[in-house]
């Protein structure tokens, strides 16, 4: 068996590091956000963009500083993260 090793966007690490301040697991995390287990996955490796529902819905469940999301956002976009179908930008002002 191999493992696939992947680095974290910053908004991945910032919601990897909320999940852990509340003593929360991702599967937990999943069920509460009623979104699929890849999903969160692909958006923390940077795999595809958050939509801005997801943005929003995390935020809150994970009592995230909105200046932190967006400068997360932010600095993911300057990478260049994929788009793929169906994802709403989340805009930063």
Avoid: W
Wanted: proline share 4%; with cysteine; charged share 25%.
């Amino acid at each position: 068996m191999t493992t696939q090793n992947f680095e974290l966007t910053q908004f991945g690490e910032l919601c990897r590091n909320g999940r852990a301040r509340m003593h929360m697991t991702r599967p937990e995390m999943v069920r509460k956000l009623m979104v699929t287990a890849r999903y969160v996955s692909d958006i923390e490796a940077g795999k595809r963009r958050p939509s801005e529902e997801y943005v929003c819905k995390i935020t809150g469940l994970l009592g995230l500083s909105s200046h932190d999301v967006k400068s997360a956002i932010k600095a993911d976009e300057l990478v260049g993260l994929p788009v793929t179908e169906n994802v709403i930008p989340f805009r930063v002002v």
